[in-house]
C-alpha cells in the first residue's frame, strides 16, 4: 500500500495500478518480507526524502528497501525450496 500511494501522490495511476497488481501477485513473498520496525524506519526514511524534495535520498533509500528485501527473498527460497531444485553438473 505504501509504494501505491506514493506512486499515485506523484500522478502516475499506471503505475499505482501496477504495483496494485504486482502486491496482488507477490502476496505470499510480501508476508516472508515483513520486517516490522524495520520496515518503519525504511519507509520513514523515503517519507522524509519526499518530504525534503531529496530525490537522490529518496532513490538510495527505496534501492536499500528493494535490495533488502530482495536477500530475505532469496534467501527464504533456498532455505524452504531448494532441495526441491535440480542440479546436473
Known amino acids: 500500500r505504501f509504494h501505491c500511494l506514493i506512486a499515485e501522490a506523484s500522478g502516475n495511476m ?7 497488481r504486482l502486491h496482488d501477485r507477490l502476496a505470499r513473498l ?12 525504511t519507509h520513514a526514511r523515503i517519507v ?3 518530504r525534503a524534495h531529496d530525490v537522490e535520498a529518496a532513490r538510495q533509500a527505496l534501492l536499500s528497501e528493494l535490495m ?9 527460497l533456498i532455505q524452504e525450496e531448494g532441495e526441491a531444485w535440480h542440479l546436473d553438473m
Do not use: D, P, W
Open 30 to 41: 510480501m508476508v516472508i518480507c515483513r520486517a516490522g520496525k524495520s520496515m518503519e524506519i
Open 14 to 20: 499506471e503505475l499505482a495500478e501496477t504495483l496494485g
Open 68 to 76: 533488502a528485501t530482495r536477500a530475505t527473498i532469496l534467501e527464504h
Open 48 to 50: 522524509e526524502a519526499l
